[in-house]
């Protein structure tokens, strides 16, 4: 029969059904000699509680350990801890690397001043060119209905912040599934890890995967002209630079850097571009084994 894993807790796999049947599984041996690691979210054939192929994967992520996602919820807090712009261009390079659209979603807005919320909101309306941003509290339930509109018949992932409020919000969405949260660490600044396992919950006709979150935030895979395909606000000037593969950085006659002279282009996410950049392109190859 046909399955979808929802659940992996300690090697046993649970999959569901196309009876609607939850069933618990373990994938063949061989599966090891042939590099084949089922993940959660993907489609699986079982056979007498044994995974016994895996089916084409439409995106996959390392970490979390989750395949056939449609869209990542990237959330990302007012204050406690604070919002972070170059964090939040490290996830949307590495989410869209993936083939999957993320959906901004700022949490905790009840803690901030309305001039926060302002200085915020003037930099979040650049990125609404191109993303969807919702603005949302699980306190008050400012939001909720927006990111339902998003949410609803897709396969969903939660990312962004430690202790940006990740639980919270899926608990404020659906109180029945009563997960885990924490508070933030005040003598860290950051908050606690509180998720330990990944599983597609149930939600409003499709799913949400909670996890433990984008552990590996690093540009492993990445070369530097990736990067710059990230940028959907860079296609505007393709083919108008005075290079072919222009970086959009030590180049003369560019497009894109004019652009962020004439303010066409946000100066503090060309910079966050400008790091991550040099960062990926300072990177040590990893060679396979």
């Known amino acids: 029969m046909e399955a979808r894993i929802i659940k992996l807790t300690g090697g046993l796999y649970t999959v569901l059904d196309q009876h609607g049947r939850l069933v618990e599984c373990r994938p063949l041996g061989i599966f090891r000699h042939h590099n084949i690691k089922p993940k959660v979210g993907d489609f699986v054939e079982v056979i007498d509680q044994t995974i016994t192929k895996v089916f084409e994967r439409k995106n996959d992520f390392l970490r979390p350990a989750i ?26 390079a590495l989410i869209q690397a993936e083939e999957v ?78 997960l885990d949260t924490n508070e933030i660490s005040k ?21 949400i995967a909670d996890t433990p979150g984008f552990s590996k935030l690093e540009f492993e895979a990445f070369e530097p002209s990736m990067l710059t395909e990230r940028y959907p606000e860079f296609e505007s000037y393709r083919g108008l630079c005075r290079f072919d593969g222009c970086s959009h950085i030590h180049e003369p006659n560019c497009a894109v850097k004019e652009a962020v002279l004439n303010k066409r282009i946000l100066q503090e996410r060309y910079d966050n571009y400008v790091l991550l950049y040099q960062e990926i392109k300072g990177m040590k190859p990893k060679y396979p084994r």
Not at 67 to 91: G, Y
Not at 154 to 162: F, I, L, R, S
Request: hydrophobic share 40%.
């Open 67 to 92: 395949a056939n996602v449609d869209q990542v919820l990237l959330i990302q807090s007012m204050k406690e801890p604070d919002f972070s712009f170059l964090l939040l261009d490290r996830f949307l």
């Open 187 to 207: 003598a860290l600044g950051r908050g606690k890890h509180t998720t330990r396992t990944v599983e597609l919950i149930v939600f409003d006709g499709g799913w």
């Open 101 to 178: 659209d993320p959906i901004i979603i700022v949490t905790k807005t009840d803690l901030a001043t309305k001039e926060e919320l302002i200085e915020i909101k003037q930099k979040l309306d650049y990125y609404h060119t191109y993303f969807p941003v919702v603005y949302s509290s699980s306190k008050n339930g400012y939001g909720l209905e927006e990111i339902r509109n998003y949410t609803k018949g897709k396969v969903n992932v939660v990312a962004g912040q430690t202790g940006a409020g990740k639980s919270s919000l899926l608990n404020a969405m659906d109180p029945r599934l009563n």
